[in-house]
């Protein structure tokens, strides 16, 4: 995923010495922005902030205060570089909640190395999936508001498993984890094997996923991650529960239940402009259409294409497949 490195500055140097430390990282993007925009750059929630003190007029202290002051850059990392060697200065920069001050001039291999290990510290942080290694709801909530913010178009998928709690039941935790571990791998692979890299894939948590793209159109999406699924969780059965295409469950009261195979339900909302005011409102959509997905027999994905202000009732508007 690529990494949103926005440099505050009113120069353009600094950013020319950047892109060309980082000419070999083709995931680190760096932007420059003057301090009359902050809010625009506070909108994209970038991976990392980068202030020239030396390059802004504003006061460095309260531009800090109100990266930090905002919901969604809380934990976004700040670096200050500046030439200002004074203690007094330093400790009140890191008293607004900055990660590093790097003095002026700049030592080259200093400033990447610390550009790249805030990042990674980050960025495993933020992951709430050891299992996965795919960013959670913190991270999934950050994207989806950043893209509604900025207005552009996108479709989120929301992936679960079905029956997945019997498989558990059956085989145990740990072969259950497997099977996580392969859904994952699935959606991953087809998310990026296309030409837009603006795709982004999360792990709420379980069996729940969800992937962002900018292709409104994912239907293919969505069917070569089932045929894919369908195709290589067979190796996580035996053939005595292949061959009879369900499992034998004992309830509380010791009575065998019958549960098909684990299949996998795609819920996809369409993100158009103006659609939602914010990701609760996509939230509830998605309810719906997940809902709809997993009551279908089998392996299957339904995509909500209705509009603005219509009705749940026309289902008409929403493809089944």
């Avoid at 805030?118 to 994207?143: K, M």
């Amino acid at each position: 995923m690529a990494q949103e490195i926005y440099l505050i500055d009113d120069g353009a140097e600094l950013k020319k010495k950047l892109v060309e430390l980082f000419k070999k990282e083709k995931d680190y993007k760096f932007k420059k922005a003057k301090t009359s925009e902050i809010e625009k750059v506070l909108k994209n929630i970038p991976s990392l902030i980068i202030i020239n003190e030396d390059g802004i007029k504003e006061d460095t202290v309260t531009l800090c205060n109100q990266i930090r002051a905002n919901e969604d850059n809380s934990i976004t990392p700040i670096i200050v570089i500046s030439s200002n060697k004074e203690k007094k200065h330093r400790i009140e920069i890191l008293q607004a909640c900055v990660e590093h001050y790097i003095k002026m001039p700049i030592d080259e291999e200093y400033l990447y190395y610390t550009i790249k290990n805030v990042i990674r510290l980050l960025d495993t942080n933020r992951r709430v999936s050891p299992l996965t290694g795919l960013p959670g709801n913190v991270q999934i909530q950050a994207e989806m508001k950043k893209r509604l913010l900025n207005k552009e178009e996108f479709a989120i998928l929301y992936i679960d498993l079905d029956n997945f709690k019997a498989y558990n039941d059956i085989y145990g935790f740990l072969n259950g984890d497997e099977i996580i571990k392969f859904t994952a791998r699935c959606i991953s692979n087809h998310m990026t094997d296309n030409d837009l890299i603006n795709n982004f894939i999360g792990h709420i948590g379980g069996d729940d996923f969800v992937a962002i793209t900018s292709n409104i159109e994912c239907e293919q999406i969505c069917q070569d991650i089932i045929l894919e699924f369908d195709k290589g969780v067979e190796k996580y059965f035996n053939e005595t529960d292949l061959e009879r295409g369900y499992l034998e469950v004992p309830n509380r009261k010791c009575v065998l239940e019958q549960f098909p195979l684990t299949t996998i339900s795609i819920g996809v909302v369409s993100v158009e402009k103006d659609r939602f005011s914010n990701v609760l409102e996509i939230g509830e959509v998605a309810a719906q259409v997940k809902h709809l997905a997993k009551t279908t027999p089998g392996s299957t994905y339904i995509i909500d294409r209705r509009k603005k202000n219509e009705g749940v009732c026309k289902k008409c508007s929403i493809t089944k497949e």
